[in-house]
């Protein structure tokens, strides 16, 4: 917060010292404003999230996301398989994952509904294990801010992240 220089003024008010500063530009001596420098975790996690929320109107519908920097965001990249019928290799891919990203594994609802949530929660990346996943040995990465979907091999998936999640 903005204190102006109340709180110098008052301290060389009650302790008789000179707290004025000379500017060596233009030879006039005042007492300088402070900006409070408090910093707590509160305001931190305060502007991070009023840094990161936005609410993006689609064609249809409105879509809220949190914009988190990838590494800041509580989910980096969440896995999920089209079909729970395509299960266990969506688990390989998410265990393979998981030992190097904040991860999260979601089956439940359509795919548009698990890409909402995760938008909403801020996850950058998303992975989609289909139904052409065991014979291309590939996934479908989205990417939470552009929305736009790539085909990705498995082997290289880690790499891919990788890239995109630096500072």
Same mark, same amino acid.
């Given at each position: 917060s903005d204190r102006? !220089?109340? !709180?110098?003024?008052q301290h060389r008010k009650f302790s008789g010292?000179?707290?004025?500063?000379l500017s060596s530009e233009t030879n006039e001596r005042?007492?300088?404003?402070?900006?409070?420098?408090?910093?707590?975790v509160d305001r931190l996690l305060l502007t991070l999230l009023v840094d990161a929320y936005e609410e993006e109107e689609l064609e249809k519908d409105m879509r809220?996301?949190? /914009?988190?920097h990838p590494l800041v965001a509580p989910v980096q990249v969440a896995v999920f398989p089209l079909s729970r019928q395509l299960s266990e290799?969506?688990? +390989?891919?998410?265990?393979?994952? =998981? $030992?190097?990203?904040?991860? +999260?594994? !979601? +089956?439940?609802g359509s795919i548009g509904k698990r890409y909402r949530r995760q938008d909403a929660?801020? =996850?950058?990346?998303c992975v989609t294990y289909d139904f052409e996943s065991k014979e291309?040995?590939?996934?479908?990465? /989205?990417?939470?801010d552009s929305m736009k979907q790539e085909r990705?091999?498995?082997? !290289?998936? $880690? =790499?891919?992240?990788g890239e995109r999640l630096v500072f």
């Open positions: 102006g !220089d109340y !709180d110098l003024s010292e000179k707290l004025d500063y005042f007492v300088p404003y402070v900006v409070e420098p408090s910093l707590g809220i996301v949190m /914009r988190f290799g969506a688990k +390989e891919v998410f265990n393979a994952l =998981t $030992k190097l990203y904040h991860c +999260e594994y !979601d +089956e439940s929660i801020g =996850t950058p990346f291309d040995e590939a996934v479908t990465v /989205r990417e939470r990705v091999a498995i082997k !290289d998936l $880690k =790499t891919y992240l």
